[in-house]
């Protein structure tokens, strides 16, 4: 059956992922609809069978006369978000499993605004499925004679909007060189289209059409973004930039083919945004993100909020509070002012305009900022599991709550999202399952990651793992 996680729901292909389970959907969405006029978006990414899903859900909700706005080309998620937004639709969809291996895919569901649909909602949909639902759909050649599928492109106009944001003539007078790598994703026109318009001297790698992703991982890290880092560093890049399987998270290799952690980059940018742009507003990040921000946050003056696991309770604080920005240690980030959700396509801009405005590296940025607040070095570790194993960790970390001897004094444990220690000294360690695929994630954060990875061994010996 369809079970929405974090980022969505998210399925093996041919296990769950089938036509079958995508029309359900579909109709249990169509089901809320009802009376409505305005539409709904639909997206899709470059994974396999993203295209054709896209058209299954397509025909029923053509089928149910709800008429549909249907972006016809491979589409970052970030533009479905603001597609929504744009055209004031009351849901929007988009087929992508985002940063999950290849034998995934899935769907993302959007609110109102262009927002990730939130737990009531999507439990919601469940409920209806479990309940039984009754498809109707026509074929989707058929939709688009009658009017009811409408195809469309929006990119241009969301391309404005974040050119718009950016001081693009900062931009100009730095003649920059950057080289890209989509990860054989969706990001390439649009990151290109904004970079070269900023006179940019742009490269790209990675960017056939590969369902499989090269063999590797579809998520910017310091391993999977490997040869960016060797060519940042052989052939005299400025930066090099690297974005998910949807366009919705980033990966930064700095000039010396550094790689700059998401943390790092969350850091970074709100920073650049309090510090350099003068710009005011608190800071939301989950509770598996960096503490440096709250250091950050509170030397202007602001408040920085933690939130659990999922860019939905992010961008509903970041509402709440009318914050600056908001992020997480996977490579999302949201700023006031754009659409509600992730854009790896903002933030890069954004990054490109903090080193041309700032007339220096990001090495030397990230130095100000730990002189200013300190450093602090995270570690991260996650692993499978059997059915039997997740009972057993389930029992010891939320039935019984059983903690091992870290050593160090313990401020308070929350049970908010995951078993979150807090130490007195203001590292911290959590333990949660992933929302989007059948791990145990660890982050352990400390002042240095010799620390960090200590303290993290005494929970996985500990936990028998």
């Known amino acids: ?30 089901d809320n609809m009802k009376g409505d006029t305005k539409g709904i978006v639909i997206g899709y990414d470059r994974r396999f069978l993203s295209d054709m899903a896209s058209k299954w859900a397509a025909e029923v909700f053509a089928g149910n006369g ?134 940019c001297e742009v490269d790209i790698i990675n960017d056939r059409h590969d369902t499989l992703f090269g063999g590797r991982l579809p998520s910017p890290s310091a391993h999977t973004l490997s040869k960016l880092r060797e060519m940042v560093v052989e052939q005299g890049y400025d930066l ?45 990040r989950n509770v598996a993100t960096t503490h440096l921000l709250d250091k950050i946050a509170a030397d202007y003056g602001q408040k920085c909020h933690e939130v659990p696991v999922g860019f939905k309770y992010i961008s509903g604080m970041m509402d709440e509070a009318d914050a600056l920005i908001g992020g997480e240690s996977s490579g999302g980030l949201a700023i006031r002012g754009h659409i509600k959700g992730k854009d790896g396509i903002f933030a890069s801009a954004l990054l490109v305009e903090m080193i041309s405005v700032c007339g220096r590296r990001i090495s030397e940025i990230l130095n100000e900022i730990y002189k200013k607040y300190g450093k602090t070095q995270m570690s991260e570790f996650d692993t499978k599991f059997s059915q039997q194993k997740k009972d057993e960790l389930t029992e010891t970390l939320f039935v019984k709550k059983e903690l091992p001897d870290f050593g160090m004094e313990i401020d308070h444990v929350s049970y908010d999202d995951g078993c979150k220690v807090y130490f007195k000294n203001g590292s911290w360690i959590i333990a949660r399952f992933s929302g989007t695929e059948p791990l145990l994630r660890i982050f352990c954060e400390m002042e240095t990651m010799e620390k960090a990875k200590e303290i993290t061994n005494v929970w996985v010996t500990a936990l028998g793992l």
């Open 240 to 284: 090099g930039i690297g974005t998910d399987g949807d366009a919705d998270r980033i990966g930064i290799i700095d000039d010396k083919g550094t790689f700059i952690h998401p943390n790092e980059i969350l850091a970074l940018l709100s920073y650049y945004l309090l510090e350099y742009k003068g710009w005011r507003g608190d800071i939301v």
């Open 66 to 199: 709800i008429h549909v706005h249907f972006i016809n080309h491979i589409a970052p998620t970030p533009l479905v978000m603001f597609t929504v937004r744009a055209f004031g639709t009351k849901y929007g969809m988009a087929v992508t499993a985002s940063h999950n291996p290849a034998e995934y895919n899935g769907i993302k569901v959007f609110t109102e605004g262009g927002r990730d649909a939130d737990l009531t909602i999507t439990k919601g949909f469940e409920k209806q499925i479990e309940a039984g639902v009754t498809v109707k759909s026509i074929d989707f050649d058929e939709g688009v004679k009658q009017g009811v599928i409408e195809l469309i492109n929006p990119t241009n106009k969301y391309l404005d909007s974040i050119i718009d944001m950016i001081d693009m003539e900062a931009i100009r007078n730095s003649n920059l060189k950057i080289l890209l790598d989509p990860m054989y994703g969706v990001s390439k026109t649009s990151l290109q289209t904004i970079l070269m318009t900023a006179r």
């Open 1 to 30: 059956m369809i079970k929405f996680g974090t980022g969505g729901w998210r399925a093996i292909i041919g296990d769950e992922f089938i036509r079958e389970n995508v029309r359900l959907l579909a109709q249990a969405i169509s």
